[in-house]
């Protein structure tokens, strides 16, 4: 909703990074969000960045925020069948917008 | 750590039939959601809660109605329901302050025929 934009499929191979893209909307967003959804589950927080930052790693796991641009991206290093999933990235103003995700295709 | 709960998990209703889908949440958090999740269309927001008693319209609320009488406790009511409102749906939850992230159920998919 609120035009949180994603692309809604990315095939890449074992062992490649991953990038997923988000444009979202408002540049008053205060924190922007990263989620995972695994098939037939709900959706688990995987990462957040702070709108003051431009970049967050955590593991395999680099958030990079383009503020001018409102552009987020979720980089997933050395990536692995179990990332298999889809990738909603979110921000936070009044109230909380989601992207229509990214559904991230694995192949071995 | 129950989290959020959602029952049932899955129900299959016909049309013009009534149900309520549960959401509890053992966190103490003062936030409450109810989203439906399509195919193509992400995650919208039906309706919502900031507390105990309140409730408040998302962006798709109409043919749903909700109660939060207990803040641990968040319903979701169908009155008649219709083959547009096969979906799958998840409740999630926060605490007061606003950047806080979102927890969410496991969802509950309902298929109306």
């Known amino acids: 909703g609120e035009d949180v934009e994603q692309s809604l499929f990315l095939s890449v191979r074992e062992g490649d990074s991953s990038v997923i893209n988000c444009t979202y909307t408002?540049?008053?967003?205060?924190?922007l969000y990263w989620y995972k959804q695994e098939p037939g589950a709900g959706l688990q927080l995987l990462t957040y960045i702070f709108s003051n930052m431009d970049m967050k790693q955590d593991q395999r796991l680099t958030v990079l925020l383009n503020k001018k641009d409102k552009h987020l991206s979720l980089r997933i290093a050395d990536t692995q069948t179990g990332d298999s999933a889809i990738y909603f990235c979110a921000e936070s103003r009044n109230q909380f917008y989601f992207g229509t995700g990214t559904s991230l295709t694995v192949i071995p | 750590n129950a989290g959020v709960t959602q029952t049932p998990k899955f129900r299959v209703l016909k049309t013009g039939q009534s149900m309520t889908l549960l959401c509890a949440q053992d966190?103490?958090?003062?936030?409450m959601y109810w989203y439906r999740q399509d195919p193509g269309m992400g995650l919208r927001l039906i309706h919502y809660?900031?507390?105990?008693?309140?409730?408040a319209k998302g962006e798709v609320p109409d043919g749903y109605n909700v109660s939060r009488l207990k803040k641990q406790n968040f319903l979701l009511g169908l009155e008649s329901a219709a083959p547009s409102q096969t979906s799958v749906y998840f409740c999630?939850?926060?605490?007061?302050?606003?950047?806080?992230?979102?927890?969410f159920g496991d969802g509950t998919r309902l298929s109306i025929l």
């Open positions: 999630a939850s926060r605490p007061g302050h606003l950047n806080q992230p979102q927890h």
């Open positions: 408002d540049s008053s967003s205060t924190y």
């Open positions: 966190m103490n958090h003062e936030y």
């Open positions: 809660s900031v507390g105990e008693g309140t409730t």
